[in-house]
């Protein structure tokens, strides 16, 4: 098992900048694919982007490419999400995601996840 805890979310003005962050416990973290997932008030989780054990491949929704960047550090049992040129839709909660097996971009495919960080964008 592994326990993810996200961090770095806030307040940040329209066109400005975040770098979310997503511990995980133990000593396995290179074998997890890890994704990060959003959910705003109403609507259903959406897929933001991924990346392989190794981080040597990353996938992102059209919504966010060009945008925002996600890289792990295995070293440190840490995936990060840096968010630049923020949008007031962009606004939500900000889940990461682990499994050992598949990357995909179904939410229902993960088996880890952390409580979830608030990102907020004011226009």
């Known amino acids: 098992q592994v326990q993810l805890v996200e961090s770095g979310g806030g307040l940040v003005q329209a066109g400005g900048s975040l770098r979310l962050s997503c511990a995980a416990s133990?000593?396995?973290?290179?074998?997890?694919?890890m994704a990060w997932f959003r959910q705003a008030p109403g609507k259903e989780r959406e897929f933001v982007a991924a990346?392989?054990?190794?981080?040597?491949?990353?996938y992102y929704a059209d919504s966010v490419k060009g945008r925002f960047t996600i890289s792990r550090d295995n070293a440190k049992n840490t995936v990060y999400l840096q968010m630049n040129s923020l949008k007031p839709e962009d606004t939500a909660v900000y889940y990461c995601?682990?499994?050992?097996?598949?990357?995909?971009?179904?939410?229902?495919?993960?088996?880890?996840w952390g409580q979830g960080t608030q990102v907020t964008v004011s226009s």
């Open positions: 990346i392989t054990k190794s981080g040597a491949s990353t």
């Open positions: 995601a682990a499994d050992r097996l598949v990357l995909t971009r179904i939410s229902n495919e993960y088996d880890y």
């Open positions: 133990g000593r396995t973290f290179s074998t997890y694919v």
